[in-house]
């Protein structure tokens, strides 16, 4: 099988079990076209309009929505008030910048983390997300 970052959106899709549609095929494309990078359903349904996209903000979230459960992207739940959409799905952790509201990774080998918790039973550990929040310096 090909390498997921050589795949066109097309194939991507099929491989996720997702049917190709016009609109998902679109923001695909507006989606992966940049690299690794993090994205509010606002910002990516700014970036279809701009790029001539016809596609409803309700279109765009359900979107991202269906891309996650097929395991293209991950949620990222930062602040209560706005879920960003992360396209490296590797194991790997975040900085947020406070006021910019800004997101940047932190390659997983940069972070340990040590005694975790063993989950419930009939439980498995997913993944552990750590977010670590940034502000810029006072003076």
């Known amino acids: 099988m090909m390498a997921?970052?050589?795949?066109?959106v097309e194939t991507r899709l099929r491989v996720c079990g997702l049917r190709?549609?016009?609109?998902?095929?679109?923001?695909?494309?507006?989606?992966?076209a940049k690299g690794d990078r993090h994205?509010?359903?606002?910002?990516l349904h700014e970036e279809a309009t701009s790029a001539g996209v016809p596609v409803s903000l309700a279109t765009v979230y359900n979107t991202l929505h269906q891309f996650?459960?097929?395991?293209?992207?991950?949620?990222?739940a930062v602040e209560s008030a706005k879920t960003y959409f992360d396209t490296n799905t590797s194991d790997h952790h975040h900085f947020f910048v406070e006021g910019r509201n800004e997101v940047l990774d932190i390659p997983i080998n940069n972070l340990a983390i040590d005694n975790l918790p063993a989950p419930p039973e009939g439980m498995e550990?997913?993944?552990v997300d750590v977010i670590i929040r940034l502000r810029e310096k006072k003076s």
């Open 39 to 43: 994205l509010t359903v606002e910002e």
């Open 125 to 127: 550990i997913a993944h």
């Open 4 to 8: 997921e970052a050589s795949m066109d």
């Open 68 to 76: 996650t459960e097929a395991g293209m992207i991950r949620v990222l």
């Open 20 to 32: 190709p549609t016009r609109q998902r095929i679109a923001l695909a494309d507006l989606l992966f």
